[in-house]
Structure formats: structure tokens, C-alpha cells
């Protein structure tokens, strides 16, 4: 922890400061079929970046007011039961939703739709998916629009739902984010597309978590709890046959000793 990230952390502790607000964000952990089990598609976020500087991380970002447009073409569960299972209105899990399809496109070039409800887009690499693209993480586009134009259905039945987290009080900025995992769908590739990360990379959960026990790699708690989440399954179809709870997860920071701890509800605690 930097010296000026503790100070604020202590003050906010002390009620000296009020903790930052939270914005509602998605993550999509992609999958492929490996050897033994799966690979997961990760990037590392660059170090000029505000937030997990320098961090391996699954695709994903904040919802944008658009993602919530009712005009986009939906497949797959209502945004009514997708808020069920993360405890959200309709809206909000809406908004989730696009958001996640949205990152997704936007980080890897993977495009979770179809030309009709039952279908995928099978090559996302052209220059004009790629003009497309800029736009959307420009703004220039939204997610309803760059589907409209393209006659595109979102395929919410691609995606499961996976875990919930909370970014602690301290930080200074703060995500209340829903994870999603998704299969890559056939024929598409993933793509290195810059941005945000500088290197991307196909991963095994225990490779990842191997080398962030190295020292090769940073994680951060959320993604080094799902690796080992997903280190145990098999194969693909396993991962998303799973019946998940979703359980909200909200770490917290307390001062011991001098020390910053971040202490988790289930007792797997760590020095900051």
C-alpha cells in the first residue's frame, strides 16, 4: 500500500473523510477448452492506469447510462431474472448485462450476439469491427446503437452469472461489480486491442495463480478467488453448469499494529 493510499484509508477509517461512491461495473471471465481443465483470457491493466495499475485482470469496466436502452434485442434471461440472481432492479440488470457484452467486445474483441436469437457473430476481426470498437470505447457509440446498426441480438443466454464484490471503503475509487463467465464462442478469437492493458494472455487458473505466488504477476483478491474458484472444474461445459449463489463479498480494511489489513467475511484475511 502507497504511503498516500494508507493515509486516506486511515482517514476514512477515523470518519474523517467519507468513503468514495460506488459505481456499478461487470466482469467477464471468458473460457476456453485446455488440456487440463480451462484457460482463462486475462489482461494486464497498464501501469498509467488509477485503478489496479499494472494488474492481470478478467475483461470488464463501469455500466454506462446507455447500457440500460430498452431498444437493444435481447435473447436469453429477462433483465427482471438477472436481477434475481444479483439482487438489482430491472434496469440496473439491464444495465449489467450490456455492460458485460459491451467490456467484453471492447477488451477482447469477442462479441457476445447473433444475427437472431439463436446464432453468433463468427468473426469480429475487420477493420470495420475494429472502427466500431474505437467508437464504443470513445462513447461515440453505445451498445444499442452499434447493435441496431448491425442487426444484432444480444445473447444473454451465452453469459452465467458468477460472484459479486464490493470495493472497500478506503479506495478511492469504488466498483460494485457483478462477475460473468461466458465460453468463447465458436470462431471468434480474441485479439490484443490495447487501451487500457498492455499485454493479454490465455492463462490456466493455476498457472495464474502459480506465478502471482512468484511474484511474475499481480492479482487482486476478486480475480485470485475466482482463479481458484474455476481451478477445480474440468472442463468448459462443467463451469457453466454450475448453480451458483451469489453471494455479496465487501472486504475490509482495519489497522492492526500499524499495519493495513484487508479482512474478508471469511476470515482469509492479508496485509494490504
Request: net charge negative; glycine share 8%; hydrophobic share 45%.
Amino acid at each position: 500500500m502507497s504511503r498516500e493510499t494508507g493515509l486516506r484509508a486511515r482517514a476514512v477509517l477515523a470518519g474523517e473523510i467519507s468513503p468514495a461512491p460506488v459505481r456499478d461495473a461487470a466482469t467477464v471471465v471468458l473460457l476456453r477448452p485446455a488440456r487440463a481443465g480451462v484457460e482463462v483470457y486475462m489482461l494486464r491493466r497498464a501501469t498509467s492506469m488509477d485503478f489496479a495499475a499494472g494488474a492481470y485482470v478478467f475483461p470488464g469496466g463501469s455500466v454506462d447510462p446507455r447500457d440500460a436502452d430498452q431498444s437493444v434485442a435481447w435473447a436469453g434471461p429477462a433483465p427482471e431474472t438477472w436481477g434475481r440472481v444479483f439482487g438489482a432492479d430491472a434496469a440496473t440488470a439491464r444495465g449489467l448485462v450490456c455492460a458485460a457484452v459491451r467490456e467484453t467486445f471492447e477488451e477482447s474483441g469477442v462479441l457476445l450476439a447473433g444475427p437472431s436469437p439463436d446464432t453468433v457473430v463468427a468473426d469480429t476481426t475487420g477493420d470495420d469491427w475494429e472502427a466500431d470498437r474505437e467508437a464504443l470505447i470513445e462513447r461515440r457509440l453505445s451498445l444499442a446503437e452499434f447493435l441496431n446498426k448491425r442487426g444484432l441480438v444480444l445473447r444473454a443466454d451465452l453469459l452465467r452469472p458468477w460472484g459479486h464484490w464490493i470495493t472497500p471503503d478506503v479506495e478511492h475509487k469504488r466498483f460494485d461489480t457483478r462477475f460473468f463467465v461466458a465460453a468463447m464462442p465458436p470462431g471468434q478469437r480474441t485479439r490484443d486491442v490495447g487501451g487500457e492493458a498492455d499485454e493479454v494472455a490465455w492463462l490456466s487458473p493455476d498457472g495464474a495463480l502459480r506465478r502471482a505466488r512468484d511474484g511474475e504477476i499481480r492479482l487482486m483478491l476478486p480475480t485470485i478467488r475466482t482463479l481458484t474458484e474455476f481451478s477445480v472444474f474440468a472442463d468448459v461445459p462443467s463451469v457453466l453448469a454450475c448453480d451458483r449463489e451469489i453471494v455479496t463479498i465487501q472486504p475490509r480494511v482495519a489497522e492492526v499494529e500499524g499495519e493495513m489489513w484487508l479482512v474478508m467475511p471469511d476470515g482469509h484475511d492479508g496485509v494490504l
